[in-house]
T-cell receptor, first 115, second 111 residues
Framework: DAGVIQSPRHEVTEMGQEVTLRCKPI?????LFWYRQTMMRGLELLIYFNNNVPIDDSGMPEDRFSAKMPNASFSTLKIQPSEPRDSAVYFCASSSPGWGKPEAFFGQGTRLTVV | GQQLNQSPQSMFIQEGEDVSMNCTSS?????WLWYKQDPGEGPVLLIA?????ELTSNGRLTAQFGITRKDSFLNISASIPSDVGIYFC???????????FGTGTRLKVLA
């Protein structure tokens, strides 16, 4: 089975530009999570969805960040406008607790560099 | 954001030695997970724990879910060079399906 798929793997952009990160969860998983990883703050949960509906977005740093899940197989995390302090690795993960297996499986991440 | 207290922060050990790391929290968790992350990759699940007191093994790895539901430990026996990496604990707070991550333990194995 394919795991969580994220794209792009690497993104370099200029400050002020819009950035869109993409995620395809594991088929059948109904929970999707977006995390950000930095040296200073470790792995932080930004937002998570259940059945395409945002459940908790308290980790989203500010209004420049937005996330959507238009269907069960696709989610985006958008930063507009981007700033150098947004540079980090962004991970998407999915899980399916309703099947008795609540573990979260991660994608390979998108390394974002804002210059 | 919220994080778990994970210790130690880093460890340098000789090949063949056993390793132990743990996570603690002030909150009760329903599930504990342990992950390993290699450079440039996403965290990979090693062990999942679902019940207080549960002890689970996966090869040379053993993990336990603390009976207070506020802590967990991971042991690695007879370490080998490929055990090098960063190990994370993750806890699922009661009443939610999200995961809060520990600060990580960076393991280096000297051959």
């Amino acid at each position: 089975d394919a795991g969580v798929i994220q794209s792009p793997r690497h993104e370099v952009t200029e400050m002020g530009q819009e950035v869109t990160l993409r995620c395809k969860p594991i088929s059948g998983h109904d929970y999707l999570f977006w995390y950000r990883q930095t040296m200073m703050r470790g792995l932080e949960l930004l937002i998570y969805f259940n059945n395409n509906v945002p459940i908790d977005d308290s980790g989203m740093p500010e209004d420049r960040f937005s996330a959507k899940m238009p269907n069960a197989s696709f989610s985006t995390l958008k930063i507009q406008p981007s700033e150098p302090r947004d540079s980090a690795v962004y991970f998407c993960a999915s899980s399916s607790p309703g099947w008795g297996k609540p573990e979260a499986f991660f994608g390979q991440g998108t390394r974002l560099t804002v210059v | 954001g919220q994080q778990l207290n994970q210790s130690p922060q880093s460890m340098f050990i000789q090949e063949g030695e056993d390793v132990s790391m743990n996570c603690t929290s002030s909150s009760i968790f329903n599930t504990w997970l342990w992950y390993k992350q290699d450079p440039g990759e996403g965290p990979v699940l090693l062990i999942a724990l679902y019940k207080a007191g549960e002890l689970t093994s996966n090869g040379r790895l053993t993990a336990q879910f603390g009976i207070t539901r506020k802590d967990s430990f991971l042991n690695i026996s007879a370490s080998i060079p490929s055990d090098v990496g960063i190990y994370f604990c993750a806890g699922q707070p009661s009443g939610t399906y999200k995961y809060i991550f520990g600060t990580g333990t960076r393991l280096k194995v000297l051959a």
